[in-house]
Structures are given as structure tokens and as C-alpha cells.
């Protein structure tokens, strides 16, 4: 376990010392794919994830810029179930009761304007990033009977590394957890509490309690490229 111990510390001393990749006034562009996955009492599904981020360096170690993330996933059909009836109750035999877990498409659209700080290295550079911004949720229009959209605050924070490859790209790995403010559960639900469970409640699981603010966490793998550096510049 030494030697291995030692052996990471000699590769990580020379790494720590060399020129930086990202120069001031200096501009990138990283195109990300990864997962998206919300906390329970959100009542969404781990979905897929594209990402795009641009960043502009005001110095060797700090940048501003943008990040979107788009994501298309499902509610979770266990936290909205609906009670259907056929029948009549005055006719002979009475009426059956039917019941269904519901759930529906939710696209996500998160739009964040971010600040990095980084340590910069000539083949491996941690960073830290946080940003502010807004969140769109879309419901499927069909299910929806019609379009319609929440939006409202986002919040952002991260920590990644991103390892060079050339003077102009990288490969960049992160995790980033975003906060969903003014969040409605209630939103997600496809029968609006139009067929509530009020027969047997005792037989469904009850979803977690309702929360204002919805935690998701997010792991992506980008591809950075740097224009104008092919020549050496960076």
C-alpha cells in the first residue's frame, strides 16, 4: 500500500508544477453527456443528460460563463396513483373500483450562469464551479391536455477534473448538484388529484412528504476544446 501511495505522489508532483492549459482571455466550450438523478421526495426517475458549457477566463485560475443541461425523464408512477370507477353503485352488483399507478414524460431545461475556479496544471486540473439560474419543466402536451410548463430558481454547485489531451481539448469529468426552487410536486401529478385513493389507502405505499426545494445530482463526461489553441497558444 506504500509503494502505491508513493508511486500516485511522484506522479502528482511534476503534474502540479507545469504551465496551466487554460490561459487568461482564453475561451472554451465542453459538450457533456451523462445522468441526472433527483432525491425521492422529488418524485422523478433517473434520467439521461446533455450538457453544454462555455467558460471564459478572466485568469489562469478563475473564468466565468454559461451552462445548460437538458434532460427527458419520467415521474415516478408509484407517488401518483389513480381510482378509477365502472359502473354504478345502484345498480345490481354494484360497481368495480380500478386502480393504476400514473406517470408521464417531465423535460427538464436548466440554464445556469456559472463562475470556475481551478487549479491549473499542464495535463490535470481540478476545479470548483457554482452558478445561478433558471429551471423549466415541461409536461408531455398529451397527457397534459395541453401545454404546460413550470419555471422557477435554480442553484448549482460542482467539482470536476479536467485531463488534457492537446493544446486545444481535454476531457472533462464532473458532479454537480442543483437545487430546484418554489419545487410542486403537485405539478408532476397526470390526474391534477382528480381520482384520489381514498378506498384503501392502507394497501398503496405513500410517497414521501412534499418538499419546496427538489435536490438533484448530476454525472457527466465532457469533451473540452479550447478554439485557437491548436497552435501552441495554451
Known sequence: MKQ???ALFLLAMPVSFLGAQLQPKSFSVTTRVGSITAERAASLDAAALLGLDT???LTKWFGIGTAIDVSRGNTTKEDFLGRYRYGSATSGGGDSIYYQYLGQPVNTVDLSAIGVV??????IS???MGGVGTYVMLLDAQVSNGAKRKVALSYTGGAGIVFK????TGVQLDARAVTYTNYDR??????KGRLPNFSFPQDFPLPPAAKKTALSTLLTLGFRYIPGAAGGKN
Not at 186 to 191: G, K, N, Q, R
Open 186 to 191: 403537485s405539478f408532476l401529478d397526470p390526474s
Open 55 to 57: 467558460e471564459y477566463a
Open 118 to 123: 481551478r487549479y491549473p496544471a499542464e495535463r
Open 165 to 168: 489531451i492537446s493544446n486545444s
Open 4 to 6: 502505491v501511495l508513493r
Open 126 to 128: 481540478p476545479f470548483l
